[in-house]
């Protein structure tokens, strides 16, 4: 740091972070978090959420579109107790959060006051890439830095820093020196070369594409490996991003995120190549084989846990892209025969009468989908009839979420949003989200009302946990109570947070509702009974 011995840590912070880009500040305003934020300078943003996990969220989404890191500040141990569902949420989705909170006066911490933040650096783990408080209050900034660097580096994702409030009027040892790291790590080229010798030899190779291949940037490669080699490829299961051209003939739908049932529909593939994802993603428990007999497999990805964590194969550490750009003039062209494309949806000949069924609704709204939209899904239980009907055709358009928590899409579906409006897109958000699923971060709505957000949210209403009746039917769990939720008024609460909001329910009503909330200034709410049906939980082995 350079000498300048009246500046204070506050000033010292605020400057690391307006050159670092990091001048979205989302949180909640604790009193341990009010000496950081006090005299907030005006070249900066604050994103209210009202309650810490939709900050952490709206951080998370903001991040992810964008494709920058993002500032999150918490409320000492209590506001990051309440945001570490959502903390967890990020580490999987391996995104680059800066996370700050509050903590209580070093004077007082011996004594343990109201709202110590204990053990501060134990709380968040293990989902954080590193968790620290400084020992001087001189050292925040450098804190701060560091926290910078180790959120960017691979695999990205959320650091923590805890910083007591008496800090900031310290004086600080100076500007706070800026320092940059990479973002990519490449591959071993004999490793390269050996797996683009393998994929030569197999007979029937399929390639598996998760969501490091958006992140990367490696559409394009990705198409052009695919098409090389006249091979399907798939989505890897429960994966949080979409990875090829949903309607490109190679592309053969997601596989399904359990043993049995993903073996089965590879059998035939002597090679099996995954890229960007884990091997493999599995929920719920249904036995079987790893893979089918006589196959093989290879694994490109950016995370060592990843690597390390998969029960079979061999794997290539690097950057998702730099990895393709170098097996592309590697791999052979092949005079194989393509794949038999994947049947497309048909239109329905007629959708009448209420209430109309998940996949009814889906095609209805398939019909009025806006070009540039991205979606936001959080709805399980229908969550395959949206992958029938709404096929994502470019890059950062769908997101979702690596660890399957529920209250997670509603708050970061506004920090994608923002993003937009940020990078001056114009792209409206579409939040597919249960009605049940609305109820762990409904808060959210507010955010998205008092920035007048191009947001339609749909609700699809079926008054239950379906999701989970599905899971009791598979596990043999019969009179599990709570799972009905008759009482839950969608258009009450959103119009409560200030969104505009109506019910619709036939396809003539959806679709008149969908447009003009297209058209609004601000979010929209529609919510739409939907019939109740079980289904199952794990899609058909066929290809």
């Known amino acids: 740091m350079t000498a300048d011995k009246q500046q204070t840590v506050w000033a010292a912070t605020y400057d690391l972070l307006r050159t670092l880009g990091l001048t979205t500040v989302f949180g ?59 903390i967890m949420t990020a580490f999987q989705n391996k995104t680059p959060l800066i996370i700050t909170a509050g903590q209580q006066t070093r004077e007082m911490i011996i004594c343990d006051p109201l709202l110590t933040n204990r053990d501060e650096t134990m709380l968040p783990r293990p989902y954080v890439k590193w968790s620290y408080e400084p020992k001087r209050a001189e050292d925040v900034p450098r804190a701060i830095m560091r926290a910078y660097a180790l959120a960017l580096q691979p695999p990205a994702g959320p650091v923590y820093v ?32 050996e797996f683009a010798e393998r994929i030569n030899r197999a007979k029937n190779p399929v390639l598996v594409y998760g969501a490091e291949v958006e992140k990367a940037g490696a559409w394009r490669v990705g198409v052009a490996i695919a098409e090389k080699l006249r091979v399907p490829v798939y989505r890897a299961p429960a994966a949080e991003r979409a990875c090829f051209p949903e309607t490109h003939p190679l592309f053969q739908g997601e596989l399904p995120a359990a043993i049995g049932p993903l073996s089965s529909r590879l059998v035939g593939h002597d090679l099996i190549v995954v890229v960007g994802a884990p091997v493999f993603r599995y929920y719920p428990y249904v036995p079987g084989p790893i893979l089918p007999e006589g196959a093989s497999l290879l694994q490109i990805t950016t995370d060592p846990t990843d690597a390390g964590s ?62 540039g939209a991205i979606v936001v899904q959080e709805s399980p239980s229908n969550y395959n009839e949206f992958l029938h009907w709404w096929p994502t055709t470019e890059e950062g358009s769908y997101f979702t979420y690596a660890s399957g928590g529920l209250g997670h899409n509603a708050p970061s579906s506004v920090g994608v949003a923002l993003a937009q409006r940020k990078l001056g897109t114009n792209r409206p958000v579409v939040v597919l989200i249960g009605d049940g699923s609305l109820q762990y971060s409904v808060q959210s709505l507010s955010a998205a009302a008092q920035h007048k957000l191009k947001m339609v949210y749909i609700v699809p209403c079926n008054g239950e946990y379906a999701i989970l009746k599905e899971f009791a039917v598979l596990e043999k769990t019969p009179n599990v109570p709570s799972l009905d939720l008759p009482f839950l008024d969608i258009v009450s609460l959103a119009k409560g947070y200030g969104c505009n909001a109506t019910k619709a329910e036939t396809k003539e009503e959806i679709q008149h509702a969908f447009k003009e909330a297209l058209a609004a200034e601000g979010p929209t709410v529609i919510a739409i009974p939907i019939k109740r049906e079980l289904k199952s939980l794990i899609p058909s082995a066929s290809k």
Request: glycine share 8%.
């Open 28 to 86: 909640n305003p604790g009193s341990t978090e009010q000496p950081f934020l006090k005299n907030f300078p005006p070249d900066f943003e604050y994103i209210l959420g009202l309650q810490e996990a939709s900050a952490v969220a709206m951080a998370d989404g903001f991040a992810q579109a964008t494709g920058k890191p993002a500032l999150v500040n918490l409320h000492t141990s209590a506001g990051t107790g309440n945001g570490m569902g959502n």
């Open 162 to 193: 805890s910083i007591p409030l008496d800090d900031w009027d310290k004086t600080a040892l100076g500007a706070a020196d800026i320092r940059t790291v990479s973002d990519r790590i490449g591959p071993d080229p004999e490793r390269l070369k």
């Open 310 to 371: 998969a029960l079979v194969g061999d794997s290539l550490l690097s950057d998702v892209k730099l990895a393709l750009d170098g097996l592309l003039p590697l791999v052979h062209d092949v005079s194989r025969n393509a794949p038999e494309p994947r049947p497309r949806p048909k239109e329905l000949t007629a959708v009448s009468g209420t209430p109309l069924t998940a996949n009814e609704l889906y095609a209805v709204l398939s019909e009025v989908r806006p070009d």
